[in-house]
């Protein structure tokens, strides 16, 4: 059975850093969604099976980067420059895709638990 196991999340003031992990029992093509309350989940980065791609929101770009370590089955999301619209549940997710970076919430197969970010006015 596939697990995803998120950490990282947190209370953070605006314009503060943080780095969410999410280790997966294999190696996929791993993603990371948000959402908050009342909103539907959102694209947020990720990153192709080689580790080699990768694929930004728009609301992130320039400040968000997703990165794997492959020895490791860990995809990270360092998160910069962080605003209170970034308040979300972070979920990281995983597909068994060999190509481009995924950016379809229904392409991926697996699901972490999920982990808070708050960002503070």
């Known amino acids: 059975q596939v697990q995803l196991v998120e950490s990282g999340g947190g209370l953070v003031q605006r314009g503060g850093s943080l780095r969410l992990s999410c280790a997966a029992s294999e190696h996929y093509a791993m993603g990371w969604f948000r959402q908050a309350p009342g909103k539907e989940r959102e694209f947020v980065a990720s990153?192709?099976?080689?580790?080699?791609?990768?694929r930004y929101g728009d609301s992130v770009k320039g400040r968000f980067t997703i990165s794997m370590d492959n020895a490791k089955n860990t995809v990270y999301l360092q998160m910069n420059s962080l605003k209170p619209e970034d308040t979300a549940i972070y979920y990281c997710?995983?597909?068994?895709?060999?190509?481009?970076?995924?950016?379809?919430?229904?392409?991926?197969?697996?699901w972490g638990q999920g982990t808070q970010v708050t960002v503070s006015a």
């Open positions: 990153i192709a099976y080689s580790g080699s791609l990768t």
């Open positions: 997710a995983a597909t068994q895709n060999y190509g481009l970076p995924i950016i379809e919430r229904e392409r991926y197969h697996y």
